[in-house]
């Protein structure tokens, strides 16, 4: 099985970048990843102020998918997540929603054995695993790996998971996907501006959709279609993923626009993704037979 080891990082999403490996369509493949913090956060001692000029959310890649065109869809399986032995959670003033009531930055390194992650030796919790950052090259120009857009990026969104599948359009031939910033656990909103951020190993397969478009992410689970959509404005961001999810009901339905925004009232399910990057990120989740993808 091929794997793409950690080391070949790219820190912004770019057509001009040279693939560091390629892969066949229907290939499973393993692509190893560093934290967001680059390994620099080894023990409590070392905090995120010592790293003012740190590059965030290393992504490995990018991959170039065999046979892939741009107007393509990947259909990136998520087949397994494994992560490292323990996982980060940093502090630090006027970081996250309530930053304002941090003093003084601290660092937490959180052990995890078998899913288990400990904060201390009081509480502990199950691991709810995750790929923060995972795209394509977009279209036009540069994206930061900070950043979450309609090419992926740093969608923070739990339901890209172990099981799921992940659609990405393809603006460049080989689609040039990298992924990396992955979570041991992560709430919505990822509030504090930290999920437990960890490095590990993701096995993949990518296939190809033609003649389908879409116009941002989505994600299929076992019974639900979900729209990821990102903008600068929580309101933009909640419009632009009601538009999509209308326009693809009514594709496979046939319906009116009034009649689609309706079923997207009766049965979309808004949630939030993260609200503490560049952009924020929201999805609205809908019954999967409703979606023709």
Not at 1 to 15: A, L
């Amino acid at each position: 099985m091929t794997r793409i080891i950690k080391g070949n990082y790219i820190y912004e999403f770019s057509h001009e970048h040279k693939p560091v490996a390629s892969v066949c369509i229907g290939e499973s493949f393993i692509v190893e990843t560093i934290d967001c913090y680059s390994g620099n956060l080894q023990s409590e001692n070392d905090l995120l102020t010592n790293f003012p000029h740190l590059k965030p959310n290393p992504a490995t890649g990018p991959i170039f998918i065999e046979n892939v065109s741009k107007g393509d869809l990947l259909e990136i399986h998520i087949q397994k997540i494994e992560l490292s032995e323990y996982g980060i959670m940093p502090t630090r003033p006027n970081r996250g929603w309530l930053g304002e009531y941090i003093r003084e930055p601290q660092t937490r390194i959180l052990p995890i054995d078998n899913d288990i992650i400990t904060l201390n030796e009081t509480v502990q919790f199950i691991a709810n695993k995750m790929i923060g950052v995972i795209g394509v090259a977009p279209d036009i120009g540069a994206v930061p790996n900070s950043t979450p857009g309609d090419h992926g990026g740093n969608m923070d969104t739990k339901d890209i998971t172990e099981g799921n599948i992940l659609y990405l359009p393809v603006f460049h031939p080989g689609g040039l996907l990298a992924l990396g910033d992955l979570h041991a656990a992560m709430g919505d909103g990822e509030l504090n501006g930290s999920g437990v951020e960890v490095g590990g190993k993701v096995t993949l397969t990518v296939n190809k959709i033609e003649g389908f478009h879409l116009n941002m992410p989505i994600v299929k689970t076992s019974n639900e279609v979900i729209i990821i959509a990102s903008a600068k404005e929580l309101q933009d961001a909640i419009k632009k993923c009601m538009k999509e999810a209308i326009r693809l009901i009514q594709q496979k339905n046939g319906l009116e626009f009034a009649d689609a925004y309706r079923l997207v009232s009766a049965k979309g399910d808004l949630r939030i993704s993260q609200l503490v990057n560049p952009e924020v990120t929201v999805r609205i989740a809908l019954p999967k037979e409703w979606i023709a993808i």
